[in-house]
Structures are given as structure tokens and as C-alpha cells.
């Protein structure tokens, strides 16, 4: 069983990587949202995207988890 528990931790710490830098990105494109005057609607959708994207890692994170 260790090498499935291994396996998990490496899951684990590339999906928190990913979030990781996926908040990064989410984060550089509202501060270019916010200078935009908030009008910029490529970047509401590619914060959109990422925001999805975020909900979907953390979901794999938790059952990793679990």
C-alpha cells in the first residue's frame, strides 16, 4: 500500500502547485480587471476560467484527502 499512498502525495503536491500558481494568475488578472476600470470583459472570462478551474482542484484535493 505505500506505493498508492505515495502516489497520492505526488497527486497532492501537483495539484497544490497547480492552485498555487493558478491564484497567482487568477490575482494578475484582476489587478489588469481593476485597472481596466472593470471593463474588460476577455478578462472576466479568463477569470472565469481560472476560478472554474480553482473549484475543480480543490475538489481533487479533498478526495485526494479524504
Aim: glycine share 2%; with cysteine; aromatic share 4%.
Amino acid at each position: 500500500m505505500p506505493a498508492m499512498s505515495d502516489q497520492k502525495g505526488k497527486k497532492f503536491l501537483e495539484l497544490v502547485d497547480e492552485q498555487s500558481n493558478l491564484q497567482w494568475k487568477i490575482i494578475s488578472c484582476i489587478s489588469a480587471l481593476i485597472d481596466s476600470k472593470w471593463e474588460s470583459r476577455q478578462l472576466c472570462d479568463e477569470i472565469e476560467q481560472m476560478v472554474s478551474r480553482h473549484a475543480d482542484i480543490t475538489r481533487n484535493i479533498n478526495c485526494i484527502e479524504s
